[in-house]
């Protein structure tokens, strides 16, 4: 893959359908929080947004997976062009666009936020990594700080003279964010010595920021063991003065940075915090012990990064493997396969290409929905709270039911939809000759990351179907049901409705048996079919979404009066449904009958019965 070539492909016009006319999200501008805005000027957004993922971010891509990154006298250097890169990026605003206004941001809604992060994202992961955890700095300061601590950082996280990480994970301890070592003392000044190291932190440094701002959980002396006794630190690498001005060398030292399958022009570092003893840090909103708590604010919507990071690769490369496979002259037609003069088709042509693509296709279009009827959830909540209650509240508990289901999902099917771009390209698609191959060694650490999926299962079957006593899990399955009820006398889709009625009542049987053992103390088979659940549940989500989907497309196929083009569009979007339906959803039936029939083998299974070397 030579370097200064955008091989980014975007499908506009499915982005515009899921935004628009399926989700509505135009329904926010009437609402007082985003009635400052209107779909024109989002919709300008999205064009600079595209525009850039072409022209800048997307050229980069290739060049800076080969250049990577690396330490030069104690500083991390990124690959050539990213400093410029970043400040055009921050020139057109688009990273402030979420931002409250009071901070110099757009305020704008996370859904159509998301929409613009997958272009750029899909364009160049690795770059858009930096702008994505400065957001989430931020963003975390700017909701939970004091007063004070927000004056001293927000702005300039908003406008890109600062980077923002996030600093949790250490050499002994990677999940087990419990056993931090990483030390606080106070000075008697309102500040805090900070002793400790972290590891994989991404985007730990960079060359194009006078100043990168480190949100580091620690714990101070003396606070209880465990989670329960850190506390969240705001650790600049140069001391910002209370004027905003830069101070002193804060003692934050770039140990090391990771050499990675992927994502590799993101500096993944080891920081050593106070080795000379001069580093200090300032306590979140002043508040000692509340560290996770605070941090889940900012991992939450580092997990819905995560998943938009899924949904943005998956695109690209399903996109990339269908240009292919409309170029690639190869072998006759399998119609005419005793004919030995037949002539070569494109590879588009093959049934088992053809079942390839339309899996890609329906899993992208059912990803993106997910996520954006997620943010939607988060912005509905967000803007009623203060005049409807009710409302707010059962968009936030389905919002925190599909951030497991997102992250999780989305992560693990970037990778197999990667995977299959490759197998479409044959031979080629391993080579760095096409983009597809960077696109999987990127997306493998997207399962990794921010909460293992496993992590995911856990607290999707652990802690959100139980919240709110059940109401939230509760409230989704009555959608699924109503959704169900009414197409199941649709004369297109009610094979499809009804199929999706089947999988509801597996996934209730599914939740019934982990109540069960949950209740029993059997907490050990619960979570070894945690995954097997999510997965189950994530499906059937998506089948829904790609089911509204068509409901909305046959609609127009019916009305009449489509040009050719949006025909096949709308054509396309009812096969997406019915392929899901009838090639994916059906594998959930499985993992039910595995859940219910209890097997211990892998639990039982002595340490010595794996393998003997």
Known sequence: ?????????????????????????????????????????????????????TTVSGPLNGSGDREQCRVEGGRVKTPAGFAAAWKQF??????????????????????????????????????????????GAGALIAELALPEQKQRFVKHLVSGRFSGTMCLSEPHAGSDVGATRTKAKPNGDGTYAITGTKCWI????????????????????GAPAGTKGLSLFIVPRVWVNDDGSLGADNDVQVGSIEHKMGINASATCVLNFGEAGRCKGLVVGGIENHGMAQMFHMMNGARIGVAMQGVALASTAYLNALHYAKERMQGPSVKNFKDANAPRVPILQHSDVRR??????????GMRA????????????????????????????????????????????????????????????????????????????????EGTNHIQALDLVSRQLQRGNGGNFMAYMKDVGDLVTRLSASAALSAEAKAIGEAQRGLQEAAMQLMQ????GKLEQVTSVANWFLETMAEL???????????????????GGLEAAEQD?????????????????PMGAARVAMIKHGDRSALELPDAGFARY
Request: with cysteine; net charge negative.
């Open 1 to 53: 893959m030579s370097n200064g070539v955008n091989y980014y492909k975007a499908d506009l016009r499915n982005l515009d359908f899921t935004l628009y006319e399926h989700l509505h999200v135009e329904q926010l501008f009437a609402l007082p929080l985003f009635s400052h805005l209107s779909r024109a000027e989002c919709d300008a957004m999205m064009k600079e947004s595209y525009k850039f993922a």
């Open 90 to 135: 921050y020139a057109l605003g688009i990273p402030a666009f979420p931002m409250p206004q009071e901070w110099e941001g757009l305020g704008g809604p996370i859904s159509i936020y998301l929409a613009l992060e997958e272009m750029i994202t899909g364009s160049n992961t690795s770059f858009n990594m930096y702008p994505g955890l400065s957001h």
């Open 202 to 221: 991404s985007c730990g440094d960079n060359d194009f920021v006078e100043n990168t701002i480190h949100l580091v959980l620690a714990r101070v002396e």
């Open 356 to 365: 390839m693509l339309l899996e890609m296709k329906a899993k992208v279009e």
């Open 370 to 449: 997910l996520l954006i009827k997620l943010a939607l959830h988060l912005d509905l909540a967000d803007a009623l709270s203060k005049t409807d209650e009710k409302k707010a509240a059962y968009h936030q508990g389905q919002a925190d039911l599909m951030v497991s289901l997102s992250k999780s999902y989305c992560s693990d099917q970037s990778f197999r939809i990667a995977e299959l771009a490759i197998q479409i390209h044959g031979g080629v698609g391993y080579t760095r000759d096409f983009p597809v191959e960077q696109y999987c060694r990127d997306a493998k650490i997207f399962s990794i990351y």
């Open 517 to 520: 053992w949950g209740m029993g």
């Open 541 to 559: 989500t998506i089948a829904t979404l790609l089911l509204e989907a068509a409901e909305i497309a046959q609609a127009k196929l019916d009305a």
């Open 569 to 585: 569009f709308y054509a396309g979007k009812v096969a997406s449904c019915r392929f899901y339906v009838w090639n994916v959803l």
